[in-house]
């Protein structure tokens, strides 16, 4: 295969600003902060969390019921599902980083990815700040800012891409019934909109096509700064991939390490309800799960604690689990995938910042 020994010049990334926020974050060492909207939106939600938890008590101990009677055997691969999750998705940035010339162990990137995702999901505005922290941490493992710039703007790209992909074959498999039947029409929307930008992309290689777009987009930027601001870095990022051109092959490592990470995870899901006991709903799971991840997009709370747990919870419950089954399988889920690793996120953070802390101080001396 193919390797992308060019992706060395993305290190030419040093003479772009990149995203404002993430590099003054990162130079600061601050994340950044939630605004007022912020905390109303996630009082509400702790106020909305509290209520159903109360009116649901019944359900609530039905269902720490079943877990108590939990099956080792099934919860062992449960946990085996999530850290093969784990593995793919710190291998996503070591395959872009050993791309640029920069070998890391995948020791070293687990330890770092799962050190910055157990911050994003503790600290509100903890998203930002994990971000800035892992740009600072690569920066200074001979990454460069550049290229830990670039590889972290690609796994975010990649991820959002596979999760897309997922949602499609999730609502595809699910039908035109409950939730799902909302969400076909936003995904026929998206699909128009991506194969339009494909037919562009595509016309574009004719000359007087490429003159009609320049043309519209110039006009277009006249009369807004922001535009203007945008083409900027449009032509600053095109110019740096035209230098680069790694092919479309090698990136299907990448994408297919970042589908893994969400299919291992699903099946995590999956094999918790089995551990249950439960039945599983096999055409809603990849739908539901899917769905979930959008509105932890959200981020109200820090982990989406709440959200997730209500979400996913509800969506089970409209597909045909029983409620208090529904409420054991997302709590259950949620402790092998969010709460037994952020103790472990954290040790690997402190690990991490102390040699961090100790490589500098034998730089200065």
């Known amino acids: 295969m193919k390797t992308l020994k060019n992706f060395k010049s993305l290190k030419g990334f040093k003479d772009l600003k990149g995203p404002k926020g993430l590099r003054e974050e990162a130079d600061t060492g601050h994340g950044g902060r939630p605004g007022r909207i912020w905390w109303l939106l996630a009082g509400l939600v702790v106020v909305v969390a509290g209520f159903v938890a109360f009116s649901r008590r019944q359900e609530i101990a039905a269902a720490f019921e079943l877990i108590s009677r939990v099956r080792l055997p099934q919860l062992t691969v449960a946990v085996g599902f999530e850290a093969l999750s784990v593995l793919c998705f710190a291998a996503v940035p070591r395959v872009l980083l050993r791309y640029g010339g920069v070998r890391w162990s995948m020791g070293r990137t687990t330890s770092a990815t799962v050190a910055a995702n157990a911050v994003a999901g503790t600290l509100p505005g903890g998203a930002a700040f994990s971000a800035a922290w892992l740009w600072r941490y690569m920066s200074r493992r001979d990454a460069g800012r550049a290229l830990a710039l670039a590889v972290l703007t690609a796994a975010g790209l990649v991820s959002a891409t596979t999760l897309f992909v997922l949602l499609t074959a999730g609502v595809l498999t699910v039908g035109p019934t409950g939730p799902g039947a909302f969400v076909q029409p936003v995904i026929g929307v998206l699909l128009a909109v991506v194969a339009g930008g494909l037919l562009v992309l595509a016309l574009s290689r004719f000359a007087r096509i490429r003159r009609l777009l320049g043309g519209l987009w110039a006009r277009t930027g006249r009369r807004s700064g922001r535009i203007r601001r945008l083409e900027e870095d449009l ?17 299907l490592w990448p ?14 899901l999956a094999a918790s309800m089995w551990a249950l006991g439960i039945a599983v709903p096999w055409r809603a799971l990849l739908f539901c799960y899917a769905l979930i991840q959008l509105a932890g997009a959200l981020r109200l709370t820090p982990g989406n604690i709440g959200i997730a747990e209500a979400t996913l919870s509800a969506l089970l419950v409209v597909y045909g689990l ?26 690997c953070w402190i690990a991490l910042s102390v040699g961090d802390a100790r490589a500098e101080r034998r730089d200065a001396a």
């Open 322 to 347: 029983p409620a208090e089954q529904a409420i054991a399988a997302t709590l259950l889920y949620r402790v092998i995938s969010f709460w037994a690793l952020q103790p472990i996120g954290w040790t």
């Open 255 to 268: 994408f297919l390490f970042s589908l893994f990470n969400w299919l291992f995870d699903v099946a995590c």
């Open 235 to 251: 032509r600053r990022v095109v110019g740096q991939a035209r230098s680069v051109r790694p092919g479309v092959l090698p990136w």
